[in-house]
């Protein structure tokens, strides 16, 4: 079984200086761009049988170009939304800073964010989704994720069974891609955070023919 992880493209988010998590913000221009891009390679590359995604519009937008350039089933779970960090969704970063600052040594892994969950806790939702997916779907050969970089971070962790106390962070950029592949109980890292595609230029394909991506 194989696990094709994606990251959403640019959102507008990112251009804000905002704290996003939750706050449900759209992708850019340049991130439909880069969604294409993505769609475009991993169709000829590393198509997948199924598409698994957060219904936040960041990810499902990036999902849907998928779905439109492989044509397979796309199936939203909440469990892949990114972390939920309540009372800060949509805030910029000076005004978060001064309402609601880090206590001295950082919030402690098990105490949520005012509306929001606890670092544990959202590492125990990746942990669930993980076992979800691979239990509920290894019927498929590859299977496509497309979530956020934290969540995508924590879910990392889980396929590697890292600690719940591990201070790895995992970075994902915009639609970046990660392959990881589940064999006879053997867990193998195939690429992380591919971004290649970003490097080609969409090229219109001639009529009913399958479409393709030439470098720049």
Request: glycine share 6%.
């Amino acid at each position: 079984m194989e696990l094709l992880i994606i990251r959403h493209g640019q959102s507008e988010a990112d251009l804000l200086g905002v704290h996003e998590g939750r706050a449900d913000f759209s992708l850019t221009e340049l991130g439909e761009k880069q969604a294409k891009k993505m769609a475009a390679f991993v169709a000829t590359q590393f198509p997948p049988d199924i598409i698994l995604s957060s219904p936040l519009k960041r990810a499902k937008s990036t999902a849907l170009t998928l779905q439109e350039e492989v044509g397979c089933v796309l199936i939203e779970d909440k469990d892949l939304m990114e972390f939920n960090n309540g009372v800060l969704a949509g805030l910029s970063r000076e005004v978060a800073a001064i309402k609601y600052p880090l206590p001295p040594n950082g919030r402690p892994a098990h105490i949520p964010i005012e509306n929001g969950e606890s670092e544990l806790e959202f590492r125990f939702r990746a942990e669930r989704i993980f076992h979800k997916i691979t239990n509920e779907y290894q019927e498929y050969k590859r299977v496509a994720i497309v979530s956020h970089g934290g969540l995508i971070s924590q879910f990392l962790k889980a396929f590697l069974q890292q600690s719940n106390t591990s201070n790895f962070v995992y970075a994902t950029g915009d639609t970046g891609i990660h392959l990881l592949e589940i064999k006879e109980n053997v867990r193998v890292i195939r690429f992380l955070n591919n971004q290649a595609h970003l490097s080609y230029e969409l090229v219109a394909p001639p009529t009913d023919t399958i479409p393709s991506i030439q470098k720049q």
